[in-house]
């Protein structure tokens, strides 16, 4: 099975600001996808952001990036412009391609944002 | 669009009882259901994987007696946890994936209470 590392427990930012939320992860599969997810309070998941493997370029969404190495097997997620609507656990997840296919999810990362 | 409902958000029963969740794809029809248990503070742990017309496949440690899957259409499966104990109080999630994608979209989630 895979395996992804969130070696943050915990973040903090201050409001405005940008932040850097790790995660690796560990395979021998060359195409895949990861994703990270947030969990506000309210815990509903909600996707954020998700990059193809074969795909070189970071995906983007508004203020949020992915910063993908493949060849280090690292899938960094930065949040700019921080607001108080970030503060969530983020978790990573790595899939497999193929149909049905699981998420193996990392352990997460409790974000606080600072006002 | 890609909306998941889980029902009820909240249930509380007494030991021994047997509960029903319901995890409903809104606009979209999934082949493939997932069903979660999250701990506090703590990352999802996939319990099974259910296809729509077949059998759930469980993971390791997963009681199929005790955790009973259905997912008799393809915009709706049911965990149903059977002779509740107080130890099965947890959160459960549900996600969906379309046919053909590989994102999952997330339930808003079940906290369930055994007394």
């Known amino acids: 099975a895979q395996t992804v590392t969130q070696s943050q427990p915990e973040m903090s930012v201050q409001e405005a600001e940008t932040v850097t939320l790790s995660c690796t992860y560990d395979?021998?599969?060359?195409?895949?996808?990861l994703f990270w997810y947030k969990q506000p309070p309210s815990r509903q998941m909600i996707l954020v952001i998700r990059q193809e493997a074969y795909k070189q370029q970071n995906a983007t969404e508004n203020r949020f990036s992915v910063n993908f190495q493949k060849a280090a097997k690292s899938f960094s997620l930065k949040i700019s412009d921080s607001q108080l609507g970030d503060a969530a656990m983020y978790f990573c997840?790595?899939?497999?391609?193929?149909?049905?296919?699981?998420?193996?999810f990392g352990t997460g990362t409790s974000l606080t944002v600072i006002p | 669009g890609a909306v998941v409902s889980q029902h009820p958000s909240w249930v509380i029963c007494k030991s021994g009882t047997s509960v029903k969740i319901e995890c409903r794809s809104l606009?979209?029809?999934?082949?493939?259901m997932f069903w979660y248990r999250q701990f506090p503070k703590q990352s999802l742990m996939l319990m099974a994987t259910s296809n729509e017309g077949s059998k759930a496949t469980y993971e390791q440690g997963v009681e199929k007696d005790k955790f009973l899957i259905n997912h008799a259409s393809l915009t709706l499966s049911t965990l149903t946890v059977t002779s509740a104990h107080p130890e099965d109080s947890s959160f459960y999630i549900c996600?969906?994936?379309?046919?053909?994608?590989?994102?999952?979209?997330f339930g808003p989630g079940t906290r369930l209470l055994v007394l």
């Open positions: 606009d979209f029809q999934a082949t493939t």
């Open positions: 395979t021998s599969e060359s195409d895949y996808y």
């Open positions: 996600s969906a994936s379309l046919a053909g994608s590989e994102t999952q979209y």
């Open positions: 997840a790595y899939r497999s391609v193929g149909a049905g296919n699981q998420f193996y």
